[in-house]
């Protein structure tokens, strides 16, 4: 079954190229969804798939790319889509 999942990012996550290196790990993975940088500091992704391919980007995303920090992942597995998600992007900083 297939879920859309919210994930918040906090630690040092800014300015390594964690969402560039997120983008290319959820594609390989075959995610669809979006992540952009925070203006408190965090990373924020939405991803949705399968249950296991969904595990598989939260257990990356907690080591992230070379630089990373994490210090936390929030996971909110309640989240609803606010449209059709088809390919995984980077978007614009909030």
């Known amino acids: 079954m297939t879920a859309t999942w919210q994930v918040v990012v906090h630690g040092r996550v800014q300015g390594i190229g964690y ?8 594609r390989r993975i075959g995610l669809s969804g979006w992540v952009r940088n925070r203006c408190d500091g965090s990373v924020e992704v939405i ?9 598989a980007l939260c257990e990356w995303m907690r080591q992230g790319p070379p630089g990373a920090q994490v210090s936390s992942c929030d996971i909110d597995k309640a989240w609803v889509a606010e449209s059709p998600l088809k390919d995984f992007e980077q978007r614009v900083s909030i």
């Open 47 to 55: 991803a949705h798939g399968e249950a296991a391919q969904l595990l």
């Open 19 to 26: 969402r560039a290196a997120c983008v290319v790990e959820a």
